[in-house]
């Protein structure tokens, strides 16, 4: 097992140094695979967040954006890629402060700190591909004017992340603003902050201009909230709950102010009967919903199976679900760790008891591992005999609990799937690739997986329709967020326009 890392204290990072919060609060860090508490990090409220913008507005400002927000695209880059050098450099320790952070299994962590240094570097490259792209001319129709299209930075912008991903969720949004030229406070889940912490630091080192990035850890409704309607953020990026984005829609909506949201799910992956390997298709329903305990957004938790395969294909996945190795997420070869808290463990107890009183059958999971007495484990769960109207079938859970539904036909397994108020994530398992295809195009969300789930990639756009939100992340997309465009247009002509009489000189 690997040994735990140093957890190092820090302060928020403001205006490129350390301070401690305003009113002296500080926030336990509990492992949650342990339930020991291992450090703290700052409490930051109002106070700080005034701080925390102010010296993000004076760097964006700073001798007429000159150092950052007008600097080049490739200027911006070199911090870019500076950042990905370091993150690469400490991605063993990293890995692991994500490990006892938010208790997903240590090769789940190095892959997330992998995705990190990635997405860093991509979005240095869009920097630097940006001012290839200014002044890019608009063909119009007549000579006596003539147009281009300017890229900006929008400003100042608050980005506000969730605990299942901390670092890599951040980085999404935390790469693409700088590299558009915007500053920014970022305010990352106060259950998992330290790897975010850790950017700081990295920030630090690659000499960072001041006040660029400043991150203030804390309270939702501390620290959160007073960025949302903070009148000199002229941005908010956010993922997290519906609940939460609907908060900060209101809040943002007070001073129009642009947002995106990437919010929940309860994505559907349906599987047909003329699979000839059908391991490989359990093989992916597993990693749709058990991997990092289901505590994904796109989790396709709602599993839709052809009749004639659902039997076999349910004796497979519990055969297989049986063989996940659930422990320590420290220790080698673990495939499941713990949830992220106490809080989350109880809720997804309930909506399991829920679920069973509503008539439902837990026919694998549903309990704490018995080997461990200790930690925030909950078994990989699957449920069968689900209705359309249970809250198993309707909710999102965020944990290692898919839900069953058997369908005869194709139209049915739409249906189905289309049965629901999000609209992140799909799934569609078939040998048939023309049926894909169709399904593909008739699935109501932001992303679509053939004869997989789950893959990631950065190039992609990444965002979801219905209550999971709007804007996309990700590949170009990504950076758009972040950009204004503004148009410049100038009459070229020496002789007047002449709409109006010139009056006469007499
Ligand atoms: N669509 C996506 O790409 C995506 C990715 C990851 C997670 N998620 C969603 O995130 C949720 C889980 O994350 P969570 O529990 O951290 O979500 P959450 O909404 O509880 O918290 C998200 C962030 O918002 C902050 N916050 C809470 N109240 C606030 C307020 N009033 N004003 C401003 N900020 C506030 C939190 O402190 C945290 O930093 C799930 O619903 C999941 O589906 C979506
Ligand atoms: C996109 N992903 C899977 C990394 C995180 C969503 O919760």
Not at 28 to 36: F, G, K, Q, R, S
Not at 328 to 339: A, N
Not at 403 to 408: E, G, L
Not at 481 to 490: A, G, H
Request: charge should be negative; proline fraction near 6%.
């Amino acid at each position: 097992m690997a040994a735990p890392p140093a957890i190092p204290r820090r302060g928020l990072f403001i205006g490129g140094g350390w301070r401690e919060p305003t009113l002296g609060r500080r926030i336990p860090v509990i492992n949650p695979a342990t339930e020991d508490t291992i450090g703290d990090i700052p409490a930051a409220t109002a106070e700080d967040v005034e701080l925390a913008v102010a010296a993000a507005r004076s760097a964006f400002l700073l001798d007429g954006g000159s150092r950052w927000a007008r600097a080049s695209g490739a200027t911006r880059a070199k911090y870019l890629n500076a950042i990905a050098t370091k993150i690469k450099e400490k991605i063993s320790y990293l890995a692991l402060l994500e490990t006892v952070d938010s208790g997903k299994p240590k090769d789940e962590a190095v892959a997330d700190m992998d995705d990190v240094a990635a997405c860093f570097e991509f979005y240095a490259g869009l920097a630097e591909a940006l001012d290839g792209k200014q002044h890019a001319p608009i063909s119009l129709p007549m000579e006596e004017f003539k147009t281009y299209v300017l890229k900006e930075p929008i400003g100042v912008v608050g980005l506000i992340t969730p605990w299942n991903y901390p670092l890599l969720m951040a980085t999404w949004k935390v790469a693409p603003a700088l590299a558009a030229g915007c500053t920014a406070v970022l305010k990352p889940s106060e259950l998992a902050s330290l790897t975010c912490l850790e950017l700081g630091a990295i920030c630090e080192e690659v000499g960072l201009p001041s006040g660029v990035l400043n991150i203030i850890t804390g309270l939702g409704p501390d620290a959160g909230a007073p960025i949302a309607s903070h009148p000199h953020v002229d941005k908010i990026a956010f993922t997290g709950s519906t609940a939460t984005g609907k908060t900060i829609m209101t809040a943002a909506a007070q001073m129009v102010k642009p947002v995106s949201l990437e919010l929940g799910g309860k994505s559907p992956l349906v599987i047909f009967d003329d699979v000839a390997d059908i391991d490989k298709a359990v093989e992916w329903a597993m990693f749709g919903c058990f991997f990092n305990s289901g505590q994904v957004c796109s989790a396709t938790s709602r599993l839709l199976l052809h009749e004639k395969i659902a039997e076999r294909f349910l004796d497979r996945l519990v055969e297989w679900a049986k063989n996940i190795k659930i422990s320590d997420p420290l220790e080698e070869g673990c495939r499941l760790g713990s949830v992220i808290s106490k809080g989350q463990y109880e809720k997804i107890k309930k909506f399991i008891s829920t679920a069973r009183s509503e008539g439902a059958t837990i026919l694998h999971g549903g309990d704490r591992p018995k080997h461990l007495g200790k930690g925030f484990f909950i078994e990989p769960t699957i449920i069968t005999d689900v209705s359309t109207s249970m809250q198993i079938w309707r909710e999102e859970v965020f944990g290692p609990v898919i839900c069953v539904k058997v369908f005869k036909t194709e139209s049915e397994a739409v249906e189905l799937a289309n049965d629901t108020h999000y609209g992140l994530a799909g799934g569609v398992i078939s040998d048939d690739l023309e049926r894909c295809e169709r399904i593909a195009k008739v699935i109501h969300s932001g992303i679509v997986w053939i004869n997989c789930s789950q893959p990631t990639l950065v190039q992609a756009p990444w965002g979801g329709n219905k209550r999971s939100g709007f804007g996309r992340e990700l590949g170009e997309w990504g950076l758009e967020n972040y950009l204004s465009v503004k148009q410049v247009t100038r009459y070229c002509k020496d002789e007047l326009y002449g709409w109006y009489q010139r009056p006469s000189k007499l």
